[in-house]
C-alpha cells in the first residue's frame, strides 16, 4: 500500500480560503472540515451515510459522521498527519459531488431525476 509521506498540513488561513473557492458549503471547526447535509427524514440520511461511507472506503479515508433523522454532519481531518490535508479536500469534493449530483441536468433529459414533489424529495439542496 502506498502511504504519501510528509503529508501537507494546511493552516487555518489556507482551509478557510479553499473552502471558499472549492466547497462553499463546508466549513472549519476545531481540527475539521464539516458539511451538514439536510435530508427530509431517516430513508434519506441513510442514502447519504451510505454514499458517503463507500466513497470513504473507495479512497481508504474515513470521515467521522453524526447521524439524526434528517441530517448527517460529515467531518473530515487526515488523524495521521494531524490536520487537514490534501486528502480531505478531495474527498470533500468527491462527496459534494455525489451526494447533489442532479441526474436531469447531467443526462440532457434522459434520466428523469427525482421528481418534483414533496413525497419523493430526500436531499435538501443547499
Do not use: C
Not at 427524514?41 to 481508504?60: D, Q, R
Amino acid at each position: 500500500m502506498n502511504k504519501v509521506k510528509n503529508e501537507r498540513v494546511y493552516g487555518e488561513e489556507e482551509i478557510a480560503e479553499r473552502l471558499r473557492q472549492e466547497l462553499p458549503h463546508w466549513y472549519y471547526e476545531e481540527g475539521w472540515i464539516k458539511r451538514k447535509f439536510r435530508t427530509s427524514g431517516w430513508k434519506a440520511t441513510l442514502m447519504v451515510v451510505n454514499t458517503v461511507g463507500h466513497l470513504a472506503e473507495a479512497a481508504w479515508h474515513h470521515p467521522d459522521l453524526t447521524v439524526s433523522y434528517a441530517f448527517v454532519i460529515v467531518k473530515l481531518t487526515t488523524h495521521s498527519a494531524k490536520g487537514i490535508t490534501d486528502k480531505d479536500f478531495i474527498l470533500a469534493r468527491k462527496i459534494e459531488a455525489v451526494v447533489h449530483w442532479d441526474a436531469r441536468s447531467e443526462s440532457e433529459g434522459l434520466l428523469e431525476g427525482t421528481p418534483d414533489d414533496p413525497r419523493f424529495k430526500y436531499i435538501k439542496y443547499d
